[in-house]
């Protein structure tokens, strides 16, 4: 079926780094993005892994695949509180193209 | 090179009514997405369209529609609104269609039914 999960919450402390994790079920997928929303405004795509790959890095994000695990996870270096979001992982459904499947969503709050 | 764009930012209506999204692709942009945003099931894929064609569909019930212009702009459509139709609304697009190219959010359209 199709379900991608992630935990609700996650606080941290301004200059430290966040890891924000994901499973998913579709092992067929064949690509898995990271979007970003802030309050009142729409999803921002902040990055995407293909499934070939074990990591990627984009300055101060991070994302690394675990195939076998269908495991995901997003760190943010040097965390700041304009990085207070919530932050979506999602997954390509193999059978429909551009059809995204989305998580629950983590919120991600940076205390200064 | 602007982004998504969908109109209006906020909507509200009464049972039973129907209403009428629109979303402006970013230019060059062929294919556009919908999905809802609830706080109680998330974000979840309504339908895509291609080249003015339905694609893709999610399960939803029939009196959500849309359509597709020649120019890539989309239009979605809620007939008999039911309260539970209460959401962000959300489109997107991708340049081709093809599978490596990551789609763009616009900001939604807040569809509040009394």
């Known amino acids: 079926g199709e379900d991608v999960e992630q935990s609700l919450f996650l606080s941290v402390r301004e200059g430290d780094s966040s890891v924000i994790n994901c499973t998913y079920t579709?092992?067929?997928?064949?690509?898995l993005y990271w979007y970003k929303q802030e309050p009142g405004a729409g999803l921002q795509l902040l990055t995407y892994?293909?499934?070939?790959?074990d990591m990627k890095q984009d300055q101060r994000l991070t994302v690394l695949l675990n195939k076998k695990d269908k495991h995901l996870s997003l760190r943010i270096a040097d965390t700041q509180t304009g990085d207070s979001a919530i932050y979506f992982c999602a997954e390509l459904n193999s059978g429909a193209t551009n059809k995204l499947i989305f998580g629950t969503g983590t919120l991600l709050a940076v205390q200064p | 090179k602007a982004g998504v764009t969908q109109t209006p930012r906020y909507l509200i209506k009464t049972r039973g009514q129907q209403v009428t999204l629109s979303c402006s692709p970013i230019?060059?942009?062929?294919?556009v997405s919908w999905y809802q945003q609830t706080p109680g099931q998330g974000l979840q894929f309504l339908f895509e369209?291609?080249?003015?064609?339905?694609?893709n569909k999610g399960n939803f019930p029939g009196r959500f529609s849309g359509r597709q212009f020649s120019n890539s702009r989309s239009e979605m459509n809620v007939s008999t609104l039911e309260l539970g139709d209460s959401a962000l609304y959300l489109c997107a697009s991708s340049f081709t269609g093809e599978s490596h190219q990551p789609q763009h959010f616009g900001d939604g359209t807040r569809l509040s039914i009394l």
């Open positions: 579709d092992s067929s997928s064949t690509y």
């Open positions: 230019s060059g942009h062929r294919s």
């Open positions: 369209y291609f080249s003015e064609t339905q694609r």
């Open positions: 892994i293909f499934s070939n790959m």
